[in-house]
């Protein structure tokens, strides 16, 4: 077990016995929505459709790419069993997100120091989202956060995605750890079902993305309003 010698305060009682912290992106780590939004609505507008704007939008993320983009089709009354045209605005969604995943993205307070602190403390870190793959090194190199995760899993890395717990459960065999040494944190019911199905402790933030839903109601087994609280003295 590590014994955590550079935290400046006592560990949270979240990280005790804790081997490997597997960390959820939108909602978590990043405030992706402005992003995501500007995204879909570059879609809609070039599907002669009217814009939803990042309020509505908000409360589709958490499935992945091609979900959000049902929702947003689904949202203006279109049927999402046309195949053809679900594939098209969700090619059109992914090259405008492609062209700027990041300009009006901003990092959550707290995120650098926990990172930094729990690489300090030398527990390794990975990322699993259900955001598709190829955005994730544009977004962590972005915020410089790179460096941290010893592996990171998109929602298109693996045939499953949360909130099935198999890119947990990969992420832990990977680095060698038992599931119960393992926390997952998120923002959405899907984290903690994820977690809660590998075996994982887990963690949760009250302030990202969860269908407008309070993620108490998933009842985690933390929940902390900033992820400094991590590390620093409670
Ligand atoms: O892309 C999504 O739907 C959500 O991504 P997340 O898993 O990082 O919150
Ligand atoms: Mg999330």
Redesign the pocket.
Known sequence: MHDHPTFTGPVHPSLRAIEMVAF?????LIDSVPDLAHAIDCMLEQEGLAALGEARVRDF?????R??VERALAAHGLATDNLARVEQAHQSFLAHYAADPSSRTRLYPGVRECLEGLRQAGIPLVL????PEAFIEPLLSHFALSEHFALALG?DSLPTR?PDPAPLLFAAERLGVLPRQALMV???R??IAAGRAAGFRTLAVPY??NHGEPISRSHPDYLVDSLAELVVAG
């Open positions: 959820d992106l939108d909602g978590t993320v958490g499935n992945g790419s979900v959000l699993i989202t259900n955001k929602g949360k998120g923002d959405s899907h984290d990202g993305y």
